[in-house]
């Protein structure tokens, strides 16, 4: 073995001396730098004309993870996803040694079956049955191919001719739901001003009386409806749409729905909260992302839809290169013409992996604990002096709150403007406090279109395992550094 290959043996070690496996509660989560205060501690350039030898290799590497945050540490709650599930990493490891594409049998015959089989079990967890599905690089564009597909549904010469000459299309969405259908209109040729932002309730979930109007309005405006999109699981909130309601509205005005579940689709894994999604089996298309919640690497998102060969038929470009008709074999398993890219990574192996490995209740009881921690967060932040819930339930693992230092500390009729502003400047600086000391990571958001300014978000994952101590060290920093305000 050449030298240069040596490296690969090295870097499980220096992961683990960097303690970026099993990480130690001592660890900080983060070493911040500002970002010009970095450039003077790593050498970012690449001016560099000689070759480095092995040891100048290794410190390089180690620079780069001394400053890297460690989203394996047990207080990290800053994303929707957190560390990786060991098995995950391993599947994401020899996909990327392999090398290879997920576009034809030919080239990766045991990870185009793999792929089949987990888009076949993902079929039958949400109720879809015979239908049809592809991995993607993320919930983003899995959203996109929903959206694509729904299209090409409402208007079948849009491929062939574009949207020229067609009556405008118009999406609906709810305004708690992920930004990523903005963007989608917007690439899809949609047009931002034809989506519409439908009204939720006080804990985020789509009001159906409201998309009921918003269609009919639609309607008379001489405008096309032809998608809604529910969210199972919001990026804030957690909130988990009422889907057969909704479904109801869709059946009866011919309109596609789906349902991104990027976040919340790991609850079917679930022997408790499973019930979360029921009614998302009347949906035509569902996205979910195990890299979130459930740990598999970054990045693993699924898209599943009910109408097997839409997939194909919407997307396909019949490039006679790549996608021969001839072949010595069976060319159904040739399934990149479905697919808006052509090199594909094989994802499917890490989240393939992970069932195989841990089996249905392995996964479930992963699930379980999450949900089961953040119910413990949510009654110990109820029951402690000082913190503040936004909402009184949560339906998924985020939870959001304020912190409300001692001296701040008044009676409801004395909670003016200035009192808020003052909470949410508050949210921010204890957030900066938590960064720069390195103890936690989590995240605060407004949500303006509900007139709330800054408050944390809390996120529960499966990985690294939570517990009730983690959640507790939470509390207890929050508290600690925003006494001291």
């Known amino acids: 073995m050449s030298a240069e290959w040596n490296i690969l043996s090295r870097v499980p070690k220096i992961l683990e001396e960097h303690h970026f496996i099993g990480t130690p509660d001592e660890e900080p989560v983060v070493r911040f730098e500002h970002p010009d205060d970095l450039k003077n501690l790593i050498d ?20 780069v993870l001394h400053y ?25 490891w020899i996909t990327d040694a392999l090398n290879t594409s997920q576009y034809t049998f030919e080239v990766g015959p045991a990870f185009t079956l793999i792929e089949d089989a987990l888009i076949k079990k993902c079929l039958n967890m949400f109720g879809f049955n015979e239908g049809d599905g592809i991995l993607s690089p993320g919930g983003s564009i899995s959203n996109m191919y929903a959206m694509v597909a729904a299209r090409y ?53 789509m009001i159906p009386e409201e998309l009921e109007k918003a269609i009919e309005s639609v309607v008379e405006s001489g405008r096309k409806p032809f998608f809604v999109n529910t969210t199972a699981g919001t990026t804030v909130m957690g909130a988990f749409d009422p889907f057969h309601r909704i479904a109801d509205i869709c059946q009866r005005h011919n309109i596609w729905m789906h349902v991104d579940g990027c976040l919340g689709g790991t609850a079917i894994l679930s022997n408790k909260c499973a019930h979360l999604l029921t009614g998302v ?27 097997k060969g839409l997939l194909h038929e919407c997307n396909s470009a019949n490039a006679d290169y790549l996608f021969q008709l001839d072949k010595f074999y069976d060319v159904s398993y040739d399934t990149g013409d479905k697919s808006v890219q052509c090199g594909r990574k094989v994802d499917a192996f890490k989240i393939w ?14 699930v379980d604990n999450a949900f089961d921690c953040a119910r413990y ?39 003016s403007e200035s009192w808020w502003a003052r909470i949410y400047e ?8 938590l960064v720069k000391q390195g103890t ?18 809390m996120v529960v994952t499966c990985h690294p395992k939570p517990t009730y101590d983690s959640m507790r060290f939470v509390i207890d920093e929050i508290e600690r550094v925003g006494e001291t305000l």
């Not at 936690?440 to 978000?457: E, Q």
């Open 153 to 205: 549904r409402a208007v079948p010469d849009v491929k062939r001719t574009g949207l020229a000459n067609h009556v405008a299309l118009v999406a609906f969405t709810s305004e708690d739901a992920h930004y990523s259908i903005k963007k989608a209109v917007h690439w899809l040729g949609i047009g931002i001003d034809n989506m519409v932002l439908v009204k939720t309730d006080t804990r985020g979930r």
């Open 281 to 307: 089996e009347r949906a035509d298309s569902l996205a979910w992302n195990p890299h979130k919640t459930l740990g598999a690497p970054l990045q693993c998102s699924i898209v599943v839809f009910k109408h």
């Open 44 to 63: 970012f350039t690449l001016d560099s004309a000689k070759p480095r030898d092995q040891s100048d290799v290794e410190r390089i590497i180690k620079d």
């Open 426 to 433: 508050i949210t921010a600086e204890i957030k900066e406090r």
């Open 68 to 92: 890297s945050v460690k989203t394996g540490h047990r207080n990290f709650h800053n994303q929707l996803f957190a560390g990786v599930d060991p098995y995950g990493l391993a599947g994401s």
């Open 377 to 415: 967060f949510t009654d110990e932040i109820r029951n402690h002096s000082g913190f503040r819930l936004v909402i009184d339930e949560y339906q998924y693992t985020n939870i959001s709150f304020w912190y409300i230092p001692e001296k701040l500390r008044v009676d409801v009729e004395q909670q």
């Open 440 to 457: 936690v990571l989590i995240g605060y958001v407004p949500l303006p279109h509900k007139k709330l300014g800054n408050f944390f978000r």
């Open 353 to 366: 992996l992970m069932f195989k490995a841990r089996g249905a209740n392995g996964l479930s009881e992963l």
